[in-house]
């Protein structure tokens, strides 16, 4: 599937991948289940109730910091809010930048799919130029809804996911570590699994 090639290349560190899949009983059922899931994954701001209890809380705002609800666009922000200590670059969140935004149709209509690619940021409402995340600016997150035929797909492709230790502040640095190992022994992959099944549900 074309939108495979979204995902950028793994160089370094770990990476991760979930998905999950249903079946629509007929092709109208399937388009419609695709509309509907789209609609979600540009949701953000209901991506916490979609994953349920335990899990982050996110805000979609624009490229100041600000809280908004329209259509996303490359520029935006994601401000997450994930159980425990919080990033002090980022006045206690996590920040990722909407880098971009890529839709696949086939001309036959048998396929199509849409995703979105996020990278850790600075705080878009602070002065400081580093990132505010427990990952390193290599990592992505690319979050991917597609159909094909009457198959439903929602993934979730993490890429290069190194700890952020490029910061200024001994605090965030052990929290960054700290962070970053639990997501990679496992609330990374709790976290999105819920999601795409929140999505698809």
Not at 173 to 178: E, G, L, Q, T, Y
Request: net charge negative; proline share 5%; hydrophobic share 35%.
């Amino acid at each position: 599937m074309p939108a495979q090639t979204s995902i950028p290349q793994q160089h370094i560190g770990d990476q991760t991948d979930t998905s999950f899949s249903v079946m629509a009983d007929t092709d109208k059922k399937a388009a419609g289940l695709f509309k509907i899931a789209t609609d979600r994954l540009f949701d953000v701001n209901n991506w916490s109730r979609l994953s349920g209890i335990g899990s982050a809380s996110f805000l979609h705002t624009d490229e100041n910091g600000n809280q908004v609800e329209r259509a996303l666009k490359p520029g935006d922000h994601f401000r997450i809010d994930i159980p425990g200590p919080g990033s002090q670059a980022g006045g206690g969140y996590d920040w990722v930048k909407v880098e971009k935004i890529d839709k696949h149709l086939n001309s036959c209509a048998e396929w199509e799919a849409i995703s979105i690619t996020v990278r850790p940021a600075p705080d878009p409402s602070g002065g400081d130029d580093k990132a505010a995340h427990f990952f390193s600016e290599q990592a992505t997150s690319t979050f991917i809804v597609q159909r094909e035929n009457r198959k439903l797909t929602a993934e979730v492709h993490g890429r290069n996911e190194l700890p952020n230790t490029d910061t200024d502040n001994p605090l965030d640095a052990f929290r960054n570590k700290a962070v970053a190992a639990v997501a990679l022994t496992g609330f990374s992959a709790f976290q999105w699994k819920q999601l795409v099944k929140g999505i698809l549900s």
